[in-house]
């Protein structure tokens, strides 16, 4: 069947765990911190944090989310990178949104009731 996925894609990688910590100040924002683990659970210090950043911001049609990288070691230096990753992860929203806008706008344009014809 399609929607069977076979099971050898379906094996979970041993040797890049990470165990999921959420933060936050139930204010601004929010911080994940993706923790390297080993298969046992324990902590692998051979690998770095990896640490993610979400917020809204607000707009006349209402909140829309923004999720960023934010380059840190801990979870303090996270928290101060906090605002300037998520001002970087509003700009590459509007950059993108522009690129879409860009993209939308130079598809064909057939007036209503008019005929296209093909070769």
Known sequence: MADEM???NARVDLDNLYRQENYTDLGMGTIQ???PVTADGADDPGRRPLF??????????????????????TLRDACLAFPDAIQKGVEDLVRQAKEYERERQGGIVIPRGGKLELP
């Open 6 to 8: 076979p099971r050898e």
């Open 33 to 35: 911190c993706l923790r």
């Open 52 to 73: 993610m950043g979400t917020a809204q911001i607000m707009t006349p049609h209402g909140p829309i989310p923004v999720q960023c990288d934010i380059p840190a070691e």
